[in-house]
């Protein structure tokens, strides 16, 4: 049970030029999220997907794209990367806990760097 | 507008001291909180959840917190810190919205432990 996982961990990127971040999970959970957190700003949610099929723009959705290709894959996709979006972006996933909240667990993090 | 605040950015404690992180939100509703912590180069775990109940919480590696309704807090403790507790932690409020599981979260507290 690997949890959450994305690719890459790494990434430098030119202004301009595109790439798409893959992540999974493989506790069969219905909801996914793409977060960038950047020094002093805690976690900004870029998209989510409350269930397969279904993508919402977050709070900072602008530059970006996202894919929810089954129900354990989330993508998240540059198409034209800019030095603002330097960042560290994670991805979560969450099931609803019988009568409780939603919980979510992280992946390790991607390191971008557009320069 | 939900929010969540953490008024420390930065904390230094010695080790074996005693800790406590605050975390002050603002949400309509009974709010659903959580306490995360990211390791340096790491993704987020969640150390301890609140939904309803006992207002004290348990976490895991010896932390508890404590949900004030009347201060809309909920401070993370612990009574003596360890050195592998160097990390960021992070309190967050939702769900958002009950079918999504979004999550708001704070900006962040760095804690430095001093030997």
């Known amino acids: 049970n690997a949890g959450v996982t994305q690719t890459p961990k790494f990434q430098v990127l030119k202004t301009g030029q595109s790439m798409t971040l893959q992540c999974a999970q493989d506790?069969?959970?219905?909801?996914m999220y793409w977060y960038r957190q950047d020094p002093g700003m805690g976690l900004r949610l870029i998209y989510y997907?409350?269930?397969?099929?279904?993508?919402d723009k977050g709070e900072v959705p602008n530059g970006y794209n996202v894919s929810r290709l089954n129900k354990r894959e989330f993508s998240l996709r540059l198409e034209s990367a800019a030095p603002s979006q330097t960042s560290v972006y994670f991805c979560?996933?969450?099931?609803?806990?019988?009568?409780?909240?939603?919980?979510?667990?992280f992946g390790p993090g991607t390191r971008l760097t557009v320069t | 507008a939900q929010s969540v605040t953490q008024p420390d950015i930065h904390i230094t404690v010695s080790e074996g001291a005693s800790l406590e992180l605050r975390c002050n939100y603002s949400?309509?509703?009974?709010?659903?909180l959580f306490w995360y912590v990211q390791s340096p180069g790491q993704g987020l775990q969640l150390l301890l959840k609140?939904?309803?109940?006992?207002?004290l919480v348990q976490g895991i590696k010896g932390f508890e917190a404590e949900f004030k309704r009347s201060q809309s807090s909920f401070n993370l403790r612990k009574p003596s810190v360890h050195w592998s507790d160097a990390a960021e932690y992070f309190c967050?409020?939702?769900?958002?919205?009950?079918?999504?599981?979004?999550?708001?979260f704070g900006q962040g507290t760095t804690l430095q432990v001093k030997p």
């Open positions: 949400y309509g509703a009974t709010p659903y």
């Open positions: 967050a409020v939702g769900p958002y919205s009950s079918n999504t599981g979004k999550l708001i």
């Open positions: 997907s409350a269930s397969e099929g279904t993508t």
């Open positions: 506790m069969n959970h219905n909801s």
């Open positions: 609140y939904f309803s109940g006992d207002t």
């Open positions: 979560a996933s969450s099931a609803q806990l019988a009568g409780g909240p939603y919980e979510q667990y």
